[in-house]
């Protein structure tokens, strides 16, 4: 009888499992809250107007639309049985599993101030990036209105909190639209009125990167009109500004990306987990003694082969997910496990047009040709060709031509 395999999360780790297992005698069922994979390293890009959200994002169902032995399940899974070896979804529904691979990702970690998240959305789904993006348009367009130089500045500023790649990029490219791109199609607002803070607790931004690759990216972000606030811990965000030590900003700009925690999914395991929120799994990714349940992607703790833990980014996941199809191809014929060794090839934040820092291997580049190889590299892990396609297409025309493609503002009166 062909073992059944349960998927949840349609992300990076879950896709590339099941692709690896597609061709297997398994029976495989999907389970993921949306019905689509998202490609969260270009999500800011959709905030930013550079791109559409099916640009980005692909239904589970046409991935895996010629493979037979696979199910896509619509759901939120509330819990887990791991003895009985089951999953129980919200609507009632369970599912039994002979193998539970848990790839259910991580949300925004506001540090025990959850009310901050209203004024301060984060970015890891497409309704994400949408709201953001409507909001800086939104703000554009109340600016253009006021007259008063003075009334129109919170408008007019943006601030973006955390320091990594996530918030370097959403940086970078809001302050190509406010000073460049869109200020060809207002008539009262100039680019120099525009205001963008990068506000960051630690002592530089980017610091998965090494120097002199993280002052590099500081200094261009600077150049390009970002104002960068180290050491600066928030301490209030309200709807109207964001309070920092000895100072207020004003704006309704605020984008939040300065940590993650764990899906709340992991907690009903039972099992250790650190300070995120994260799995600490065994080093062939399963859990405690349940040698058929695994974690993955950005709920796990795996280390690498120097002990350090390994960073929650998509070549991670990715890696995780093809090297568990293959485990438990490799287990449905007889051999024996091997345990899991993360390749790391390198580490990539693009930073505006033509712009990016990258490590590749101890080689490290900057500028035009970081930015090209990070373009490439992103185009490559895109799935599907026309995805592909559209996003190389975009980004062509961005270069030549500044514009951004997706100015559209959805909301209803009452909403804005």
Not at 21 to 38: G, M, P, Q, R, Y
Not at 146 to 157: F, G
Not at 324 to 346: A, Q, T
């Amino acid at each position: 009888m062909s073992k059944n395999v349960v998927i949840v999360g349609g992300g990076f780790a879950g896709i590339s499992a099941a692709q690896k297992l597609a061709s297997s005698d398994v029976n495989i069922t999907i389970i993921d809250k949306t019905n689509h994979h998202l490609f969260q390293p270009l999500l800011y890009q959709v905030a930013t107007a550079a791109l559409s959200p099916g640009d980005i994002a692909m239904p589970i169902r046409a991935i895996f639309r010629r493979q037979k032995n696979v199910e896509v399940v619509l759901g939120e899974v509330t819990n887990i049985d791991k003895e009985q070896q089951s999953v129980q979804l919200k609507n009632g529904h369970s599912y039994p599993f002979d193998y539970l691979i848990l790839a259910p990702g991580a949300q925004y970690n506001y540090f025990g101030h959850d009310e901050w998240e209203k004024h301060a959305p984060g970015l890891k789904s497409i309704s994400d990036a949408l709201d953001i993006r409507e909001r800086i348009l939104l703000s554009l367009e109340q600016a253009e209105q006021i007259a008063d130089p003075k009334e129109r500045q919170p408008y007019l500023t943006y601030v973006v909190i955390g320091g990594g790649p996530t918030g370097v990029e959403m940086a970078g490219s809001i302050a190509e639209i406010a000073k460049r791109s869109m200020m060809r199609d207002f008539r009262n607002i100039k680019p120099d009125e525009t205001k963008i803070y990068l506000v960051e607790a630690a002592d530089g931004i980017l610091n998965a990167f090494e120097e002199p690759l993280s002052k590099k990216g500081q200094k261009t972000l600077e150049d390009m009109g970002v104002e960068v606030l180290l050491n600066t811990p928030v301490k209030d965000i309200r709807k109207n500004g964001v309070q920092i030590e000895g100072r207020f900003i004003e704006t309704p700009n605020i984008v939040w990306g300065a940590g993650v925690v764990a899906s709340p999914l992991i907690k009903r395991l039972e099992v250790e987990t650190d300070r995120i929120g994260r799995a600490v799994v065994n080093p062939d990714l399963s859990i405690g003694d349940h040698s058929n349940i695994f974690v993955a992607g950005d709920a796990a703790h795996a280390k690498d082969k120097d002990g350090n833990p390994l960073p929650g980014l998509a070549p991670v996941a990715l890696q995780q997910g093809k090297y568990l199809g293959e485990l438990i191809k490799n287990e449905l014929k007889g051999r024996s496990r091997k345990d899991f060794e993360y390749v790391d090839k390198g580490t990539m934040a693009t930073i505006g047009r033509a712009k990016a820092v990258a490590d590749v291997r101890g080689f490290k580049f900057s500028g035009f040709f970081a930015w090209i190889l990070w373009g490439l590299i992103h185009i490559f892990f895109l799935i599907g060709f026309r995805n592909r396609f559209r996003v190389f297409a975009e980004w062509i025309w961005h270069y030549m031509t500044f514009k951004r493609g997706v100015r559209l503002i959805a909301k209803k009166d009452e909403e804005s």
